[in-house]
């Protein structure tokens, strides 16, 4: 999760730059700051959702004394590998749009 969140936050920092900021919080409160802080909040939830049902459906079945079924042992493994694989794409995307934004950016004479 914290590549991902690092990836969202080059990602629209270099897309949305706001290099006229005097301090800080004029660029938090810029536009990619915003749209940052939205998508950060809404990656959270997801993962929350992805990584908490499977969490609490392993702590309710170690309380008891029986063992979990196959087929949700086979939804918790899906939840997880969905996680992995969402903070992954979701770091990999952001970072090459970041790069391509502050390459698009680039003035030098080749």
Known sequence: MSFAQVGLAASLGARYP???????AQVS??????IFMISAV????LMIVLIGWPSSVYLYYSVRPRPIP???QLLMGA???GAAGI????????????????????????
């Open 79 to 81: 939840c997880f590998i």
């Open 87 to 110: 903070s992954l794409a979701t770091w990999w995307i952001s970072m090459r749009a970041g790069v391509r934004a502050l390459e698009s950016m680039d003035h030098t004479p080749s």
């Open 70 to 72: 196959m087929a949700r």
């Open 42 to 45: 809404f990656f959270v939830i």
């Open 29 to 34: 409160g810029s536009y990619g700051g915003v």
């Open 18 to 24: 706001r290099f006229s900021a005097e301090n800080a």
